[in-house]
């Protein structure tokens, strides 16, 4: 129990995945070091991406106002919302 709690502090310490650290260990060979991605929660960036939706018509029901200084700063707001849009598009790997 004590090694194998011991190989897991050192794999975990090294920042490399098992496999990758068992390997460097073994040929005594540096992989090239490839950065871990955390796991995406698919479910939460799809409701985001749908309350962003939801944000950008009502912003749309502002926008119909005469007051054209609010249709600016609101049509500003909107391009700020496509880009977290499409930010979370590419999180879960989906084109814009």
Known sequence: MALQSEFEKRVERSGLSVSAYLTQC???KTQPRQLRRPMVEKSVLGKSIAYLG???DELEL???EDDE???DLIRDQKILL???RNLFMAALGRKK
């Open 82 to 84: 496509i880009d977290l």
């Open 69 to 71: 200084e609010l249709k």
């Open 62 to 64: 502002y926008c119909r």
């Open 54 to 56: 939801k944000i950008s």
């Open 26 to 28: 073994v040929f005594e």
